[in-house]
């Protein structure tokens, strides 16, 4: 007779739940210093950052290593305005969505797309292992194939990227058809900044594993996009604005959050995995958000998040819940001009440089990520044809 185990077997391993905890991988890219509520880009605190150093600039410090000299700026961004065209199969493939269909959807079908339509060419853009080139290539093309869906969704013909703006400038030319005030764009490109990277997050860690087996970049960055949608990650921001546009008025805050929380609902853009202090991007965008959103919706932000703070420290004691980056993001994006099915996206195309970032860093030094699973099922089951069963 076969040896058998039976579910009550204890494992010889722990199992952290969600791996909390656990140690995925070397980076030298970014730390998330939860205790402390700090953030550091290759050794360069956020808020060394945030305002200071552009999108671009971030971008070369996370992929290279160092921030650009002005010569190695102007060279890099030559790179990324050679790159921003759509082949023909990547716009095809987004008209032939459904207008209706969600951005983080048509994004992930693009990257998708782009790969395949890419790799098909046989010169070694995305069907070889991941290098700089290939990361330039996909950050300068996700923004366009956002604005790209959006246009056709409305109606609109896709507009040409233009040379001379940056990663802000551009997204929201090509998204609008007007080139963008500096009221406009500078918030979007902090933004960017801020979201660039953040340690082994879900979406990330789900890039690294895919790179891990040899795989090609737009299989890394499709399978990352589709973690970063969930609500639990990326897609928290637009329902920060749903939140937000139903409490409507100061008076019906409180209301509003018992309710939620009555019936277990979690306040969107509050908690954190890592952070158990306020999150430092969190801190930045509350700044921005009450320079550039609509005074009486910062307002709303501002009370909602009080009151909300209050009654997660009543409710939830000791669980050290505290605002995270979705939270201002809602209204950074909203001030921008961005609709709420965009805001997720908009993450995504910060998240592409990190995302790529750590791919390179995993293929430099790779083994494959493999790990293992608790067994909790039967072992001793024997087979009744189905006629006998
Ligand atoms: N509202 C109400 N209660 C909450 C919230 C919240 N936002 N977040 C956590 N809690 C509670 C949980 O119910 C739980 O309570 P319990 O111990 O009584 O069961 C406790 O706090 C711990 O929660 P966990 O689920 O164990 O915490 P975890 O680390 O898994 O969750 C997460 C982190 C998913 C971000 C969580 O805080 C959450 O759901 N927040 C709301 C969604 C959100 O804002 N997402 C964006 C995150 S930022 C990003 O990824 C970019």
């Known amino acids: 007779m076969m040896a058998t185990a039976t579910a009550q077997t204890p494992s010889p391993l722990p199992k952290p739940e969600g791996l909390e905890g656990v140690v995925a991988a070397s980076t030298a890219l970014s730390h998330v210093f ?16 945030a305002g200071r150093a552009s999108f671009e600039e971030v971008a070369h410090l996370l992929w290279v290593g160092h921030l650009p000299s002005h010569t190695e700026l102007v060279d ?21 969505l459904p207008p209706t269909a969600a951005p983080m959807d048509a994004l992930r079908t693009g990257v998708s ?39 056709l969704r409305a109606g609109d013909e896709p507009l040409p990227a233009r040379p001379d703006l940056n990663t802000a400038q551009n997204y929201l030319y090509q998204l609008f058809g007007e080139v963008p005030s500096e009221d406009h764009w500078q918030p979007l490109d902090t933004y960017l900044v801020l979201l660039a990277d953040h340690g082994m997050n879900a979406s990330t860690f789900t890039a690294r594993v895919i790179a891990s087996t040899g795989s090609d970049l737009c299989s890394a960055v ?38 939620a929380l009555d019936q277990g ?17 969190a801190e930045v ?12 919706f910062f307002a709303l932000s501002k009370t909602t998040e009080e009151r909300a703070l209050a009654m997660l ?56 990520i493999r790990p293992q699973s608790e067994f909790v099922g039967p072992t001793d089951k024997t087979f009744v044809p189905v006629d006998a069963r």
Request: aromatic content about 8%; proline content about 6%.
């Open 34 to 49: 939860g205790e402390e509520g700090r953030l550091v880009y290759r050794g360069y605190d956020i808020h060394e950052l």
């Open 76 to 96: 890099f961004r030559a790179r990324l305005a050679a790159n921003h065209d759509l082949p023909p199969a990547v716009l095809a493939s987004l008209r032939a």
């Open 113 to 151: 797309a782009l790969g395949a339509a890419e790799s098909a060419r046989g010169d070694g853009l995305f069907d070889e292992e991941p290098d700089l080139d290939e990361a330039i290539a996909l950050a300068a093309r996700v923004p366009a194939i956002l604005a790209a869906f959006f246009r």
């Open 222 to 259: 499709t399978g990352a996009v589709g973690a970063l949608k969930g609500p639990l990650h990326g897609g928290a921001p637009s329902k920060v604005l749903d939140m937000l546009n139903e409490i409507g008025s100061a008076d019906q805050v409180d209301a509003w959050l018992q309710s």
């Open 265 to 281: 609902q979690r306040l969107m853009g509050f908690g954190h995995r890592v952070y158990k202090a306020e999150d430092p991007r």
């Open 285 to 296: 965008l509350r700044g921005l958000a009450e320079r550039a959103s609509d005074p009486a």
């Open 313 to 368: 420290e009543e409710r939830k004691p000791g669980r050290r819940l505290y605002t995270n980056v979705e939270f201002y993001s809602a209204a950074v994006l909203a001030a921008v001009g961005l609709p709420g099915d965009m805001f997720t996206p908009t993450f995504a195309v910060a998240r592409t440089v990190g995302w790529s970032a750590h791919v390179l860093e995993q293929v430099a030094n790779n083994r494959l």
